[in-house]
């Protein structure tokens, strides 16, 4: 892959999309390229993944202008499902993705960090929906995501706007859930990475599963989907082992290949 890398640091994967000379922004060769990276990480292994962008100024600072300005009705539309596709791919991903949001989060950049479990960034972290001043609407699920996270209201004044917003306005409306100074903001990734890679590995998927179903329908619904899933976690080496070693205060001894019940 000649513009995303996967690189792997114990049991935390870090895929980073490399094209800082364009702001890292999104064209279908760097979709197409996301897709492996994904599709590559040894989920026997690796049990948290960080999504990032190469260099100082930027995430994502949007998809490829160029690539979308010749573009016909029908490519546009086709443009928009690959995006939406990758990005829903990432956002049902077994594993928590945390986005570590250095830079430009502008168009798909927000879209792709929405798509992810968890966004970090930096104090120099610009987010925004810019589209309608293109003469577009955002493609990659932006419309969608954004209200789900910020409320309808928030959502609706960040696109019809298409102001950008910083990194303080960004955690006070919920958009992310910290901001770091940029030289602390992988460490600190990799750090909330390590911790959810400490934890039960089939209870922290099932967790994401849990949580992105059950927003999809009715809490009726959703709780039945909890119940499920909970009783999934029955009798697996980690519930076994993690609540015998509760009780006799016992550190508890993590399975080799943890994926096995």
Same mark, same amino acid.
């Given at each position: 892959?000649?513009?995303?890398?996967? &690189?792997?640091?114990?049991?935390?994967?870090?895929?980073?999309? &490399?094209?800082?000379?364009?702001?890292?922004?999104?064209?279908?060769?760097?979709?197409?390229?996301?897709?492996?990276?994904?599709?590559?990480? /040894?989920?026997?292994?690796?049990?948290?993944?960080?999504?990032?962008?190469?260099?100082?100024?930027?995430?994502?600072?949007?998809?490829?202008?160029?690539?979308?300005?010749?573009?016909?009705?029908?490519?546009?539309?086709?443009?928009?499902?690959?995006?939406?596709?990758?990005?829903?791919?990432?956002?049902?991903?077994?594993?928590?993705?945390?986005?570590?949001?250095?830079?430009?989060?502008?168009?798909?950049?927000?879209?792709?960090?929405?798509?992810? /479990?968890?966004?970090?960034?930096?104090?120099?972290?610009?987010?925004?929906?810019?589209?309608?001043?293109?003469?577009?609407?955002?493609?990659?699920?932006?419309?969608?995501?954004?209200?789900?996270?910020?409320?309808?209201?928030?959502? !609706?004044?960040?696109?019809?706007?298409?102001?950008?917003? /910083?990194?303080?306005?960004?955690?006070?409306?919920?958009?992310?859930?910290? $901001?770091?100074?940029?030289?602390?903001?992988?460490?600190?990734? !990799?750090?909330?990475?390590?911790?959810?890679? !400490?934890?039960?590995?089939?209870?922290?998927?099932?967790?994401?599963?849990?949580?992105?179903?059950?927003?999809? $329908?009715?809490? /009726?619904?959703?709780?039945?989907?909890?119940?499920?899933?909970?009783?999934?976690?029955?009798?697996?080496?980690?519930? $076994?082992?993690?609540?015998?070693?509760?009780?006799?205060?016992?550190?508890?001894?993590? !399975?080799?290949?943890?994926?096995?019940?």
């Amino acid at each position: 892959m000649a513009l995303v890398e996967l &690189n792997c640091e114990g049991a935390v994967g870090v895929i980073t999309i &490399n094209r800082p000379e364009a702001l890292n922004a999104l064209n279908p060769q760097v979709l197409s390229e996301l897709k492996a990276a994904f599709e590559a990480v /040894d989920q026997s292994v690796i049990r948290c993944v960080i999504l990032t962008g190469a260099g100082e100024k930027s995430f994502v600072a949007g998809a490829d202008i160029g690539s979308m300005s010749t573009m016909t009705k029908a490519e546009g539309e086709a443009f928009g499902k690959l995006g939406n596709d990758i990005f829903l791919m990432i956002e049902s991903f077994p594993l928590p993705v945390i986005a570590a949001v250095n830079g430009f989060a502008l168009g798909g950049g927000c879209e792709i960090a929405m798509s992810c /479990d968890i966004r970090l960034c930096s104090d120099n972290a610009m987010f925004g929906q810019p589209e309608v001043g293109l003469g577009i609407t955002p493609g990659f699920g932006g419309t969608q995501r954004l209200a789900r996270l910020v409320g309808m209201g928030m959502a !609706k004044q960040m696109l019809y706007t298409a102001r950008n917003i /910083d990194a303080a306005e960004a955690l006070r409306i919920g958009l992310v859930n910290a $901001v770091y100074p940029q030289a602390e903001l992988m460490d600190a990734a !990799k750090k909330m990475a390590a911790t959810i890679a !400490k934890n039960a590995p089939i209870a922290v998927r099932a967790c994401k599963k849990a949580v992105n179903e059950g927003m999809q $329908v009715s809490i /009726d619904k959703a709780v039945v989907i909890e119940e499920k899933l909970f009783g999934d976690c029955f009798e697996t080496h980690d519930q $076994v082992e993690g609540m015998a070693c509760f009780l006799s205060k016992e550190k508890p001894k993590p !399975k080799a290949q943890f994926l096995n019940k």
